[in-house]
């Protein structure tokens, strides 16, 4: 099929919910994607953080199919030697404590799941999370979810949420209670803008949880899996989460999540949450491959130096329409001061898939595997864009 006659298919059934660009992808390798009429980009999506590995990468595709021939299916009701494999080495490269794991679809998934076991531990009904902070859709991640633009169709959402703007521990103190289970943070805001959680404020928070009987969750659906420099973003801060919620790149790109709990969190009751996909062979085989892959690559590290380099050619550009440049490894936003659509538009006609994040920020989320000649490319592609854009 040709790019026109795949979109005119897919737009006849799709849902209505996604703004989707004019564009068919049909194929990826590493940090390259192709259309369906052979058009090359480097891919700064990155599959919107699940893509951290690139595409097609050997090592998944050898353990898909080896696992997919073996079996797929098994729920948690039966031990699984994959699943067993997968947690034991998940536990190995968490932050100290979390060892045990919830195995799930998806960041929102994961992020209930936190929301739930803080609640059923701490026998509170209270979260505290961040203004811009963005934890999924589903019905109690949204509620946590500070933008109301996603908010207000599905009102009224969860009761007993509250936001405190990020970055502000005074703010932060003010707003716990007795009734608070958790306080729900991201180390790192990446659908929110790209903001970084000062060091001061993460670890107040925690020590706030610590003194006042409540959780710490921390969101690493984003920013986990090597994707600012160290394995899990919290670990540029020392701290120690009660719960974790990691998804998107953990598979490989294969849908899996999961939410690592602490010993602060007591065992949930029988039968209070389950998943039927969760913790599946072929995922997790995925996900075991994965690690391997992060380890024997150092992805973590990769990302750290190319990101370093990425982010100071992005503030060297002296564009009149950068605001600012902020990131941690190879997670980037830059602020402009005009729309981001065009930009993105202009990217995409040089080859350059890129995401916004908000209505005025530039998100690069490209693959750790990318090869620093195509962040030179991407450098050049946006200063290309701003140029045209402000001449116009």
Known sequence: MDQQSIIELEARYTSGVYPKRPLAIVRGQGARVWDADGNEYIDCVGGQGAANLGHAHPAIVSAVAEQAAR???????????????????????????????????????????ALKLARASTGRSGIVAAMRGFHGRTMGALSATWNREYRQPFEPLVPGFAHVPFNDLAALERALSDNTAAVLLEAVQGEGGVHLGEPAFLRGAQELCRERGALLIIDEVQTGYGRTGCFFASQHYGIEPDLMAVAKSMAGGLPMGACLIGPRVAPPPAHSHGSTFGGNPLACAAALATLQVMAGEDLPGRAARLGARLLERLQALRSPLIREVRGLGLLVGIELKTKVTPILQGLQSRGVLALPAGATVLRLLPPLVIEEEDLERVVGAIAQTLEVRRVA
């Open 71 to 113: 079996l797929i299916s098994c729920p948690e009701i039966f031990y699984n030697d994959r699943r067993a494999q997968l947690l034991a080495a998940l536990a190995g490269v968490a932050p100290a404590g979390l060892t045990r794991i919830f195995l799930c679809n998806s960041g929102t998934e994961a992020v209930e799941a």
